[in-house]
């Protein structure tokens, strides 16, 4: 009986614990619906509520802003409006440290999470996963002697929240795991294990799959 629960519970969990997100993403997006004047609500005007609507109007807000602003016309109106917050004191800090890690995250360019690796923490005796940021400020470096990184040490399950720390660069090993494998890993508390990956020598060819690289 034991082991047909544990089994049972292998199946459940991870599809409860999904469903829950989305449920709880649909649910966010749907309230943007209350933004709506009374009486042209969906819920409203179709006499039932759907959910799920809210995600629509969420998707086609932010399509058409993309599409706005694409042209120089809307960079513009963005350039005037940023400038506009940039003279609120509290809104500048905060709109300005947010715009810059969404910049970093989402724009094709940004590399939030370069490289994985491992480093030192939260003591000389242990190790953990983390990820290559960047470079640190310099003013930073101008207090450090020899070559230093940026990371980010996530905390499990929810690496979301973390630690920046800097570090030098030659106590840190680089792994061979992409950054996804190594989310995985962390979130996992270390059950997922990457997939091994073979020698370059004996990886597939990519012209032919069937010969080694």
């Known amino acids: ?18 469903l829950w997100v989305i449920s709880t993403l649909v649910g966010a997006m749907d309230g943007i619906l209350l933004l709506l004047p ?10 039932v509520n759907i959910p799920g609507i809210g995600v ?4 086609l807000i932010v399509l058409s802003t993309g599409f706005l602003t694409a042209n120089i016309l809307g960079q513009r109106m963005v350039k005037v409006w940023e400038d506009i917050l940039a003279r609120i004191p509290v809104v ?13 995250v989402l724009s094709d360019s940004g590399n939030a999470f370069r490289k994985a690796l491992l480093v030192r923490f939260p ?10 940021t960047g470079t640190p400020a310099d003013e930073i470096v101008s207090q450090l002697d020899g070559e230093h990184v940026s ?3 996530p905390t499990t399950p929810n690496p979301t929240s973390g630690y920046f720390i800097v570090v030098k660069k030659s106590e840190t090993i680089e792994l061979d ?9 962390v979130i996992s508390m270390g059950v997922v294990s990457p997939t091994p990956r073979l020698p370059a020598l004996l990886r597939p060819d990519p012209v032919n799959p069937n010969l080694p690289g």
């Open 56 to 59: 629509i109007c969420v998707v």
């Open 1 to 18: 009986m034991k082991r047909y629960f544990v089994t049972g519970l292998l199946i459940w969990v991870p599809l409860g614990i999904t």
């Open 92 to 104: 500048k800090s905060i709109y300005g440290s947010v715009k810059q890690v969404s910049d970093t």
């Open 177 to 185: 795991m992409s950054v996804d494998e190594a989310l995985k890993y």
């Open 123 to 132: 003591h000389n005796n242990a190790w953990t996963v983390a990820f290559l």
């Open 38 to 47: 009374e009486g042209s609500r969906p819920r409203d005007v179709l006499g």
């Open 151 to 153: 990371v980010y040490v």
